[in-house]
T-cell receptor, first 114, second 114 residues
Framework: ELKVEQNPLFLSMQEGKNYTIYCNYS?????LYWYRQDPGKSLESLFV?????AVKQEGRLMASLDTKARLSTLHITAAVHDLSATYFC??????????????FGSGTRLSIRP | KAGVTQTPRYLIKTRGQQVTLSCSPI?????VSWYQQTPGQGLQFLFE???????NKGNFPGRFSGRQFSNSRSEMNVSTLELGDSALYLC?????????????FGPGTRLTVT
């Protein structure tokens, strides 16, 4: 059964610092997603990574995918308070032409303090 | 373009009752997926519908069922409610199939079972 593991589960950072969230998964996958969730809110899509070596950046967030290592990273550069949220990675192993069955990691609760 | 809508947003039910939740996808999206989010189990995939057909199902008991209508709107039903069914239920829509990988989440329905 596919497992998706994130670490750390909790992260308290100072503003201005850099940090990385790691996402390991246990089987081959064609699609890797990163989502953000604010308390009491729904999920916001951040990145969709579809191929080995894919790198995407949006503002202070950058995501990458290494399908051989079954590892994705979400790097935060010069963190600001507005980035405080829970970040989820998710994997869909079902193939390009098949139905979706996205499996989520446990989430990383990120708190950025001044 | 209107986003994914879910109704109702909040619901309180008693053990043993049944409940129906509704999800209207983004216009043109044909795939609707349902997820359950709880503090203990995290985000878990329930099922995915595409063109009125269930294409994938998660590991939930038969009390959880769903359907999709010809206009792509989807409903999820939970019968004989248990306390453990208290959760945030999220639906997500996507174009579905091919390269349409990005899922857009609705605001969720928070179900409380007493």
């Amino acid at each position: 059964e596919l497992k998706v593991e994130q670490n750390p589960l909790f992260l308290s950072m100072q503003e201005g610092k850099n940090y990385t969230i790691y996402c390991n998964y246990s089987t081959t996958s064609d699609r890797l997603y990163w989502y953000r969730q604010d308390p009491g809110k729904s999920l916001e899509s951040l990145f969709v990574l579809l191929s080995n070596g894919a790198v995407k950046q949006e503002g202070r967030l950058m995501a990458s995918l290494d399908t051989k290592a079954r590892l994705s990273t979400l790097h935060i550069t010069a963190a600001v308070h507005d980035l405080s949220a829970t970040y989820f990675c998710a994997v869909d192993p079902t193939g390009y032409s098949s139905a979706s069955k996205i499996i989520f990691g446990s989430g990383t609760r990120l708190s950025i303090r001044p | 373009k209107a986003g994914v809508t879910q109704t109702p947003r909040y619901l309180i039910k008693t053990r043993g009752q049944q409940v129906t939740l509704s999800c209207s996808p983004i216009s043109g999206h044909r795939s609707v997926s349902w997820y359950q989010q709880t503090p203990g189990q995290g985000l878990q995939f329930l099922f995915e519908y595409f063109s009125e057909t269930q294409r994938n199902k998660g590991n939930f008991p038969g009390r959880f069922s769903g359907r999709q209508f010809s206009n792509s709107r989807s409903e999820m039903n939970v019968s004989t409610l248990e306390l453990g069914d208290s959760a945030l239920y999220l639906c997500a829509s996507s174009l579905g199939g091919g390269s349409s990988y990005e899922q857009y989440f609705g605001p969720g329905t928070r179900l409380t079972v007493t």
